[in-house]
């Protein structure tokens, strides 16, 4: 039987191609996202690979999440495995000249919006005393950088939820893990900075991470035999060595 997977954040960036890695390997598929363009456009290339059913909603609003989740149809109620995957930075400023608008805008998503797509889910899973939750974190989870002040605090918060669901869950057999990549370039630094040019240096004088790879890896994990539980995965690029340390050349 085949499993089913609900991955959020799916229209761009890792989230995508995880649902392109999954669906090589004829995972079912409920991708979630805020663009219905970009999700007809995903559905319309995986479905010869895969069932492919698609939700358009917004992480940060609690009542549209659970009404979105809620009005999965029968054949993709069943959900095994659960890819939280949306997130955002908004803005690097100091913590005393921060936009408050963009503390507001990564809370929500990243750490709230995590939380009410796995309220929306866990309980079915608990009820089947099985399944699989992969939180998609951040090396900025792992140390905090010049300027990233409430971007790492909301990943920090990302990988304690994620240990604190893993200790509540460990009871019924829930796989619980974190995989938290360093530099991957996807359109996030254009979020970041909001379109500004300063993005397109980011990732010049080296090799970063691709979607890909952090996809290939999101695959490895879930498909660990049933004894193992990858609990908590840091990837970096060769030339990153920590948040601030990159050997660029130009």
């Not at 900075?193 to 890896?217: C, R, T």
Request: charged share 25%.
């Amino acid at each position: 039987m085949n499993k089913t997977a609900l991955i959020t954040g799916a229209t761009s960036g890792i989230g995508k191609a995880t649902a392109y890695e999954f669906a090589k390997h004829h995972i079912h598929l409920i991708l979630c996202g805020r663009r219905q363009d970009r999700l007809n456009s995903i559905k319309k290339e995986l479905e010869p690979l895969t069932q492919i059913y698609t939700l358009c909603f917004d992480v940060r609003d609690k009542d549209e999440t659970f009404t979105a989740i809620e009005s999965l149809p029968e054949d993709f109620k069943h959900i095994d495995i659960l890819i939280n995957n949306a997130g955002n930075a908004h803005g690097l400023d100091p913590i005393q000249s921060g936009n408050i608008d963009d503390w507001d805008a990564m809370i929500d998503i990243n750490v709230k919006g995590l939380l009410y797509v796995s309220k929306a889910i866990i309980p079915q899973m608990t009820e089947r005393k099985s399944g699989h939750i992969i939180n998609i974190g951040s090396s900025a989870g792992k140390e905090v950088y010049p300027k990233g002040n409430v971007y790492c605090g909301t990943k920090h918060a990302v990988l304690a939820i994620t240990e604190g669901m893993r200790i509540d869950l460990n009871p019924y057999g829930i796989k619980v893990g974190a995989v938290s990549p360093g530099l991957v370039e996807t359109e996030f630094s254009k979020v970041r900075f909001k379109g500004d040019k300063i993005a397109d240096d980011v990732y010049k004088g080296f090799d970063a991470l691709q979607a890909e790879d952090i996809a290939e890896i999101i695959y490895f994990v879930i498909s660990r035999p049933k004894h193992v539980n990858i609990a908590d995965l840091l990837v970096f690029p060769t030339a990153q060595a920590s948040s601030t340390i990159l050997k660029k050349e130009f």
